[in-house]
C-alpha cells in the first residue's frame, strides 16, 4: 500500500506554513506520527511533486552540506527564502526503534507509562540527579557523536536549545564556535573530535559537576 496520502497530508502541512524542510524532516514528521514511512519514499515523492509543480508550486530547491557537512541534501524552501534560515541540518532519519514503530506499522504503537517515564526527555528533568556519574556507551558513527537526550536534560539544556559547550568537558583546544542545536528527540549530534581523543568509535559519556564527560 502507498504511503503517498499520508506524505502528501504532511508536506501541505510544512507547505502552509511555509516552513523550509528536506525529505528527512517529513519521514520524521510521519513516524512521530505513528506511520512508518522510509525517507528514500518521501525524497522520491517530494522530486516528483517538483517536478510536477502542483503541490509546491511557490517552493524552490537548493542543495545543502548536512551531518557536520559530510554528505548533501536538497533543502525546500518558499521561492524567495534564504536556505541559511534553515538549522535543522544535523538530524538523522528515525529508525524504527527511535520511533517507536516497526515498518508495519500503521498506527502509533502503544508504549507503557514506565517505558515512557524512562525514554522521554521532558520526563528526565526531575531525574538529573540520578544522572550524575552514570555512564552510558555511545558509538561514534561518521565520527560524530550522538549525545543522550538525558545527559542533555541533566545539564539543564532542553530540545530547541542553542547548544552551551561550556556544558561539556571540551578537551581539544579551545572551545568550538559552530552553531549547533538540540534536536527535537532531546538528543545532541556533534563531531567527536571536540570532546574525546579516544581512537574507538565506542565511547562512554556520563555527567558530572553540571557538564557532560567522556571516558
Known amino acids: 500500500m502507498s504511503n503517498d496520502p499520508v506524505i502528501q497530508a504532511k508536506v501541505e502541512e510544512f507547505v502552509n506554513t511555509m516552513k523550509l524542510f528536506t525529505s528527512v524532516d517529513i519521514s520524521n514528521a510521519i513516524k512521530k506520527d505513528g506511520t512508518w514511512v522510509s525517507n528514500h519514499e518521501v525524497a522520491s515523492f517530494l522530486k516528483k511533486e517538483m517536478k510536477t509543480n502542483s503541490l509546491m508550486s511557490n517552493y524552490q530547491t537548493e542543495t545543502i552540506r548536512v551531518m557536520n557537512d559530510t554528505r548533501k541534501a536538497t533543502l525546500y524552501l518558499p521561492t524567495g527564502s534564504d536556505q541559511f534560515d534553515y538549522l535543522d541540518r ?10 517507536g514503530l516497526t515498518p508495519s506499522s500503521t498506527s502509533p504503537t502503544v508504549t507503557p507509562s514506565s517505558q515512557i517515564q524512562t525514554n522521554s526527555p521532558a520526563s528526565s528533568i526531575g531525574q538529573s540527579v540520578s544522572m550524575i556519574g552514570k555512564k552510558y556507551v555511545i558509538t561514534a558513527k561518521h565520527r560524530r557523536l550522538r549525545i543522550p537526550a538525558r545527559c542533555v536534560v541533566a545539564v539543564g539544556m532542553l530540545p530547541g536549545d542553542e547548544v552551551d559547550y561550556l556544558k561539556f568537558c571540551i578537551i581539544n583546544g579551545p572551545v568550538p564556535t559552530k552553531k549547533i542545536f538540540v534536536h ?32
Open 90 to 99: 544535523d538530524q538523522s532519519a528515525l529508525t524504527p526503534l527511535e520511533a
Open 184 to 215: 527535537a528527540d532531546g538528543r545532541i549530534f556533534m563531531p567527536k573530535f571536540y570532546v574525546s581523543n579516544s581512537n574507538s568509535d565506542v565511547i562512554e559519556v556520563y555527567v558530572d559537576q553540571d557538564q557532560i564527560r567522556f571516558a
